[in-house]
């Protein structure tokens, strides 16, 4: 299947490990350019080479950091001087930390809300002009499926990711017209460095080994293992595509069964 992205421009933000690389990764292998995000900008340059090297894609590393609004515009500004234009944006910035409501202080409310709001709405700021006059675009958010089925111990994930979907869902509406259409993508339990990192925190916690852990996420999940990068990479690629250009405002879990929900 062509999916129509070779002329394509596409931002991936925290674009140099996980979820981001593999979309990155998948992204360009149809063909699309990229403008990749990271914080750490010696693993993003690596990351840069890599892809560029393995798909022939043209790929400009731009090191920044998403919860900072000035740093959001110097890498749409250098994306637009490098290639003119940006066709799709896929947003994505890891996860807050995890706790209860008592064990969370004002300070970490504050930072979540910039990392997972608000970089994905000045994300968006930043590139609807351009893509409004064009008459086409893709906006892609990364989530969780904690926005349809709220995971324990996880609520400033469970309470800022669903303020997202509220906001990708309206703004779908707003710019529908133009050509633009605007989805979330919710992976499920995925083998990436940050699941490792909670697997860890949480099997702590609870006095057991991280391979205990794993299998109680398992046991959960009706396919019976972890959900792999390219797989959540494929659908992604899909919703940016030209075939998806009549699919705007939803949420597609991409989580082996884990949701329970009939929506």
């Not at 931002?11 to 990764?25: D, P, Q, Y």
């Not at 050509?179 to 490792?196: A, K, Q």
Request: glycine share 10%; aromatic share 4%.
């Amino acid at each position: 299947m062509d999916l129509g992205l070779k002329n394509k421009v596409a931002l991936v933000a925290a674009g140099s490990r996980g979820l981001g690389r593999a979309v990155a990764e998948e992204l360009a292998a149809e063909g699309a350019s990229l403008l990749l995000c990271a914080r750490d900008a010696q693993v993003l340059a690596e990351t840069a080479v890599a892809i560029a090297e393995s798909t022939n894609a043209h790929v400009l590393a731009v090191p920044a950091d998403v919860t900072v609004m000035g740093d959001i515009k110097r890498v749409v500004d250098a994306g637009i001087e490098r290639f003119g234009q940006i066709d799709i944006l896929v947003t994505n910035a890891g996860g807050p930390p995890a706790g209860r409501f008592d064990q969370l202080t004002r300070e970490q409310w504050d930072d979540a809300i910039k990392l997972t709001l608000l970089s994905a709405v000045e994300l968006a700021r930043q590139v609807l002009p351009g893509m409004r006059e064009r008459r086409w675009g893709r906006i892609i958010n990364i989530t969780s499926i904690a926005v349809k089925q709220p995971v324990d111990g996880l609520l400033l994930s469970n309470s800022l990711r669903a303020g997202l979907t509220g906001f990708a869902r309206t703004l779908a509406n707003e710019v529908a017209a133009e050509g633009i259409t605007v989805n979330n993508v919710l992976p499920g339990y995925t083998r990436t460095e940050r699941l490792d990192e909670l697997a860890e925190m949480l099997a702590d916690k609870q006095g057991i080994s991280v391979g205990e852990f794993r299998g109680v996420w398992e046991k959960e999940i009706p396919m019976g293992r972890l959900g792999e990068p390219r797989e959540l990479a494929a659908a992604v690629a899909f919703l940016a595509s030209e075939r998806a250009a009549y699919i705007t405002g939803t949420s597609i879990q991409v989580d082996g069964g884990w949701i329970r929900s009939l929506l």
